[in-house]
C-alpha cells in the first residue's frame, strides 16, 4: 500500500470570530443555557481565584497585628464559607451544563445528516465533497470534539480574560515593564502553539485519510454480510496485513506529529522559565528595597504568579479556539457546498395526463474518467410507453437510468420533461415523478411496513398488503414472527430478520409500488431472482403497468419481451431499436446476444 502524498490544506474559509458566532447562533435557538452557563462559569472560576488569592495573606496580616483569636478564626471561617458556597455552585452548573452542549452539537449533526440526505447526487461521487463530509463527522464525533469542547474552551477564555482584568487592578503598584516582559513570552509561546495547530491542519488530509482507511477495514471485518466470505475463503490474515500496514502508516505519523509538538513543548518551556525568572528577581528586590510586608509580599507574589497564568490561559485558549475554529470552518464549508441542481429555487412541475421523456444528444462522463460513459444519445420515453433498456453489464444502462431520472445532469446535450429542460425545476418535485427500484439499494432498520411506507406516520396497511402481493412476498411476510410489524435488519434491533437477496429485491419492488409514481423505473429489479422467478415477476408488472409509463432495465433479453420497446445499449449509445420479435427479426447484436442467453438458460447457468 502506497502512502499518498498530501497538499499544504487551503487557508480557511472562516475566521475563528466568524465560527465562533456561527456556534452562537446555533447554540441560542438549541439550548441558550449554554452561553448563560459559560458566562456564570467564567464569573465563579474568577471569584473562586480572588478568594483564594486573598485567604492567605489576609490570614496573615491579622497574625501580624495580632488580632484576637475569635476574629482570626472568624476571618478563616469567612474565606472558607465563601469557597465552598462558590465552589457548589460551579459544581452545580459543571452538573448542568452536558447535556445543553450535547443538544448543540447534536444539532450541527442534524445540519450534516440533512446535507448528506439532501445534497445533489453528483456531490455523492465528489472527491472533495467526500472529504469535507469525513471531516466533519470527525468534528461531531464526541464530547472533546470541537462543536461541543468549544463551549469550553470559550468559558476557560472568559475566565483567564475577566482574571486578567481583575489582577491587573490588583497589580498597579507593579512596574508595568514587568507585565509587558510577561506578557511578550506568554504571546511567543502563543505563536508556538499556534504553529503546532496550523501544521495538524495542514495535514489533515493525511491523517483523515488513514483514519477512513482503518475505519473501513474494521467495520468489513466485523461485517454479518461478509462473515460468510472472510471464513469460506480465508480472508482473516489479509485484512489483518491491510489493518497492519494502515496502522504502521498511521503510527508513523503520530511520531511526525509527536516530533512537532516535543519541539513545541521545549520552545515554550524556556519562555516559562525566562518569564518566571524575570518575575521572581523583581518581587525579591521590591521586598528588599521598598519594604513591602510579608503579607503584601505573599499577595503580590501569588498574584504575579497567577497573572502569568491568566495571560499564558488566554493565549493557550485562544490557540485551542483557532484549532477548534479550523474543525468548525470544515463543517461550515461542507454544510455550503455548492449544490449542482436547483431545488427550492426551481420551478414547479405543472400537473399532466402524461409525461414525455426526451435525451437530446446527450454525454456523460463521470468525474476524473478519461472516456465518456454515455456518449450522443438521442433518446425518447413517450407517455404510457413501457421502455426495456437492455444490454450487457458495463453498458452504461444504469448511467442512462440516472439520467433520465435527474439524479445525474448530462456533461453535454439537454434531458427535457415536455419539451422543459429539467435543470430549470425544483429537482425534488422532479423525484416525485418517478418509482424506482435501483441496482444498488440500503434498507433501514425498521419495521416491514415503514421499509415499504419510507415513513412512520399515515401508513395505508391496505396499499401496502397489495403492493406485498403483486411483489410476491405475502408468503414471506406471513411467516414472519410480527407480520408486517417485523424488523428488517440486526443493526439496531437484535429480534430483526435477515431477508435474502431476492427476498430484499422484492421488498424494494414493494417499496416502489407503494409510491406510485407517474414513471415507475426499475433498474436490474430481480438480479438476484432465477430466470422463471423473475419472469413471474416481470408478468406481473406487464398487468399493472398498463397505461403507466414504465422503464425495465436488465441485462437479461428474455425478461423484457412484454414492453412496447426495446433498446439495445453498447460502449454508451443505442445500437438497435425495436420490439422484441423486429429486434430477432434484424439478427443483429440483440438477437445473438438473446440466443447465447438461451441456450445458457438451457443448459442451467447465468449469462
Known amino acids: 500500500m502506497v502512502k499518498e502524498k498530501i497538499q499544504k490544506a487551503k487557508k480557511p474559509k472562516y475566521n475563528t470570530l466568524q465560527n465562533v458566532g456561527w456556534m452562537v447562533k ?131 477564555l472568559l475566565k483567564n480574560v475577566g482574571g486578567l482584568i481583575v489582577y491587573l487592578t490588583i497589580l498597579s503598584r ?22 503546532t495547530n496550523n501544521w495538524r491542519y495542514a495535514h489533515r488530509d493525511e491523517e483523515e485519510n488513514y483514519f477512513q482507511k482503518k475505519y473501513y477495514l474494521r467495520t468489513k471485518s466485523e461485517s454479518v454480510e461478509l462473515a460468510k466470505d472472510i471464513r469460506i475463503f480465508g480472508l482473516q490474515n489479509w485484512l489483518n496485513e491491510l489493518l497492519d500496514q494502515i496502522h504502521n502508516l498511521y503510527l508513523d505519523f503520530t511520531l511526525r506529529c509527536e516530533r512537532v509538538e516535543v519541539l513545541a513543548d521545549i520552545t515554550e518551556s524556556v519562555l516559562t522559565m525566562a518569564r518566571n525568572g524575570i518575575a521572581y528577581v523583581y518581587l525579591i528586590n521590591m521586598a528588599l528595597n521598598e519594604g513591602l510586608s510579608v503579607s503584601e509580599f505573599l499577595l503580590y507574589f501569588t498574584a504575579v504568579t497567577t497573572f502569568t497564568t491568566w495571560v499564558m490561559g488566554i493565549m493557550q485558549e485562544m490557540s485551542t479556539l483557532h484549532k477548534e475554529s479550523l474543525d468548525i470552518s470544515c463543517v461550515r464549508e461542507f454544510l455550503e457546498y455548492p449544490e449542482p441542481f436547483k ?30 460513459t454515455i456518449h450522443g444519445l438521442t433518446l425518447t420515453v413517450h407517455p404510457g410507453e413501457r421502455l426495456a433498456i437492455v444490454g450487457l453489464n458495463g453498458a452504461g444502462k444504469t448511467t442512462l437510468v ?53 415513513t412512520t406516520e399515515g401508513i395505508d396497511y391496505d396499499k401496502i398488503a397489495d403492493c406485498v402481493e403483486k411483489a410476491g412476498l405475502t408468503t414471506t411476510i406471513e411467516k414472519l414472527p410480527k407480520g408486517m410489524q417485523t424488523h428488517v435488519g440486526r443493526e439496531v434491533y437484535l429480534d430483526g430478520v435477515l431477508f435474502s437477496g431476492g427476498q430484499t429485491q422484492r421488498l424494494m419492488l414493494a417499496r416502489a409500488l407503494y409510491k406510485d409514481g407517474p414513471i415507475l423505473l426499475l433498474d436490474e429489479p430481480t438480479a438476484a431472482l432465477d430466470p422463471i422467478a423473475e419472469n413471474d415477476i416481470y408478468m406481473k408488472y406487464s398487468e399493472m403497468t398498463q397505461g403507466k409509463t414504465s422503464m425495465f432495465i436488465s441485462h437479461r433479453l428474455a425478461s423484457t419481451r412484454f414492453c412496447d420497446r426495446i433498446i439495445f445499449v453498447a460502449d454508451g449509445g443505442v445500437k438497435e431499436e425495436g420490439t422484441h420479435e423486429s429486434l430477432l427479426a434484424l439478427g443483429g447484436e440483440y438477437a445473438n446476444l438473446f440466443e447465447v442467453q438461451s441456450r445458457y438458460y438451457q443448459e442451467g447457468k447465468e449469462f
Open 402 to 454: 440516472k439520467l433520465l431520472c435527474g439524479l445525474l445532469d448530462p456533461t453535454e446535450g439537454l434531458v427535457l420533461l415536455n419539451g422543459k429542460d429539467v435543470r430549470g425545476f425544483n429537482r425534488r418535485s422532479y423525484y416525485d415523478l418517478f418509482s424506482a427500484v435501483f441496482q444498488e439499494f440500503s434498507v433501514l432498520d425498521v419495521t416491514v411496513a415503514e421499509e415499504i411506507a419510507q
Open 343 to 372: 431545488f427550492e429555487e426551481g420551478k414547479e412541475i405543472p400537473a399532466a395526463d402524461g409525461y414525455e421523456l426526451k435525451l437530446e444528444n446527450v454525454s456523460y462522463r463521470y468525474p476524473g474518467a478519461d472516456k465518456d
Open 26 to 156: 446555533i447554540a441560542w435557538k438549541n439550548g441558550k443555557r449554554v452561553l448563560l452557563f459559560c458566562v456564570l462559569t467564567a464569573i465563579l472560576e474568577v471569584l473562586f481565584n480572588l478568594v483564594q488569592l486573598y485567604i492567605a495573606p489576609e490570614v496573615l496580616a491579622r497574625v501580624e497585628q495580632k488580632t484576637p483569636l475569635w476574629e482570626l478564626l472568624t476571618t478563616i471561617g469567612v474565606f472558607t464559607a465563601a469557597l465552598f458556597i462558590v465552589h457548589g455552585f460551579k459544581e452545580y452548573i459543571r452538573q448542568n451544563t452536558l447535556f445543553p452542549r450535547v443538544d448543540v452539537r447534536s444539532a450541527v449533526i442534524a445540519k450534516i445528516a440533512w446535507k448528506c440526505n439532501v445534497t445533489s447526487y453528483p456531490n455523492t461521487l465528489d472527491a472533495n465533497f467526500v472529504k469535507l463530509r469525513e471531516k466533519a463527522h470527525m468534528t461531531c464525533e464526541g464530547n472533546s470534539q470541537a462543536t461541543e469542547h468549544i463551549w469550553q474552551t470559550i468559558t476557560m
Open 174 to 195: 507593579i512596574d508595568f515593564l514587568l507585565l509587558l516582559v510577561v506578557i511578550a513570552t506568554c504571546v511567543a509561546g502563543f505563536f508556538v502553539s499556534r504553529y
